[in-house]
């Protein structure tokens, strides 16, 4: 049976694909319209049977014919139950509320009749469904997701449902990530060694390939720059040197961004935005150069220049956005500056695999530490040991988490309850959703309105009981 003939069947509106609201089935009237007692009864039996048996045969017909697509991945799916006002595509830019989505694969045009590109690469300003806000399903830039009720005249929609992610960063927060690019300058603003650690090691606790880049090496002597790059080489890191001003290896970046979803992050000033516009092949505007940005194209990214006072950034980049490069498959992600990463996801135990020297030693000894837990601080029989360059900045961060962390034992406790459930979806995905407060979104009975008023109005009469005894009192003395 064919999904037309079951809608015409069973008329609903899906919820992720698969799920329904109302039914309405045929209605059984009664024979006699003044029928009392056992007739009656009787007859409301008959019209239940009836409409019980109506109700399974339509669910039998839609299992069956939904049992065969919930087989496959979800895009595919998703693509086989879409119609024409539903379409597959990913977010590339978040701002409040609304979301820019670009269309990968679009519904049937009619009858089942497919086109092939029919409607790819369209534009859709979307907005979030309200189900996903009160689960605290997150959409972010990057997130392949199912867009419904589509209007392709005003090119406007409504994300439904966000498919799996491979990969995910919180701050920033984008989804699907192949690739994080730590950028950092040299000059304007100086490079910190302290706040270069905490990005790295942001950057270590996502999981994800990250390569470390410094821009506007035109602004330095070459011997500050060999010290950078062979410093960078002992933490165990490859960093690339760049100056966008001057095009300077620049080049050498193409292949690294191939067939890749990248991520720009670092301090505020360093040249992010300033990078993507050169690799896009389009020229730097400045903010207030509202003429030329509608001669060139809407997706030039504004740049600003560092403050003189301060010397750091001015906050140009106010949020996340995807954008196409003119390599094979790259996109990159432009990011607002922040200068002061939280290290939120990092623990005490988990801080010393995020430092390749680290790691490297461990790798090489023959033997393990003397300790199961050792955070490699002072330990006796320690393998790590403390010669290395970073091992400073080390015990200062594990210091910083391990007294977050008795901060949240003492405030939250040990015994926490889960408040997170995993639900298995119909293509055996599994999906974190928060549970919801047991009966707080539960509408109060009537018999339990009706005990409240008879507890209020009891309580009540015992006071007026107890005053009219004090008053009878008063006037008996």
Not at 208 to 220: E, G, Q, R, S, T
Not at 271 to 280: A, D, P, T
Request: charged share 30%.
């Amino acid at each position: 049976m064919e999904l037309k003939e079951i809608g015409a069947l069973r008329r609903s509106s899906c919820v992720l694909g698969l799920g329904f609201a109302t039914q309405r089935l045929p209605v059984v009237r009664c024979g006699r319209k003044n029928a009392h007692g056992p007739a009656r009864k009787q007859l409301h039996k008959q019209w239940d049977r009836q409409r019980r048996g109506d109700s399974k045969q339509v669910s039998r017909q839609w299992n069956q014919q939904v049992r065969d697509v919930t087989t496959l991945p979800d895009v595919k799916r998703f693509d086989s139950l879409s119609t024409e006002d539903r379409a597959v595509g990913q977010v590339t830019s978040a701002q409040a509320n609304f979301m820019t989505v670009v269309v990968e694969r679009a519904g049937a045009l009619d009858d089942g009749l497919r086109e092939e590109g029919f409607r790819a690469g369209i534009k859709l300003l979307c907005v979030v469904r309200a189900l996903l806000k009160k689960i605290r399903r997150r959409v972010m830039v990057g997130d392949s997701v199912l867009v419904s009720g589509i209007d392709w005249t005003d090119k406007r929609g409504m994300i439904e449902d966000v498919l799996q992610r491979r990969s995910e960063t919180s701050d920033p927060p984008v989804a699907n990530v192949d690739l994080l690019l730590v950028l950092f300058s040299l000059d304007r603003p100086r490079l910190d060694p302290v706040i270069l650690n905490r990005f790295l090691v942001e950057a270590e606790s996502t999981g994800i390939p990250l390569a470390v880049v410094l821009n506007k090496a035109d602004l330095v002597t070459q011997e500050m720059k060999d010290s950078w790059e062979k410093r960078l080489t002992e933490w165990g890191y490859k960093p690339y040197i760049c100056s966008v001003e001057t095009g300077m290896g620049l080049h050498d970046m193409a292949p690294l961004l191939e067939d890749k979803t990248s991520v720009v992050f670092g301090p505020s000033g360093v040249g992010k935005s300033s990078l993507i516009n050169f690799l896009r092949g389009r020229s730097c505007l400045p903010p207030d150069d509202i003429q030329a940005l509608d001669e060139v194209d809407d997706e030039v990214i504004r740049v600003n220049e560092v403050s003189y006072r301060t010397g750091s950034g001015r906050h140009t980049t106010r949020h996340v956005s995807l954008l196409h490069l003119p390599f094979r498959g790259a996109m990159l992600a432009d990011t607002p500056g922040f200068s002061y990463p939280n290290l939120s996801m990092v623990t005490s135990n988990s801080l010393a695999s995020l430092f390749p020297e680290v790691r490297a030693r461990l790798e090489k000894s023959e033997f393990s530490c003397g300790f199961a837990d050792c955070q490699h601080i002072s330990e006796p029989d320690c393998v790590v040991g403390g010669d290395w360059e970073r091992y400073p900045y080390y015990v200062s961060l594990w210091n910083e988490v391990h007294k977050r962390e008795e901060h949240e034992k003492a405030v939250f406790g040990t015994k926490q309850e889960n408040d997170m459930r995993f639900k298995v979806r119909e293509s055996g995905v599994k999906q974190a959703e928060p549970m919801l407060e047991l009966k707080k979104h539960r509408r109060t009975s009537r018999r339990q309105v009706r005990q409240m008023v008879d507890s209020d109005v009891r309580e009540q009469r015992d006071e007026q009981r107890e005053l009219d005894e004090l008053e009878n009192a008063d006037a008996a003395v």
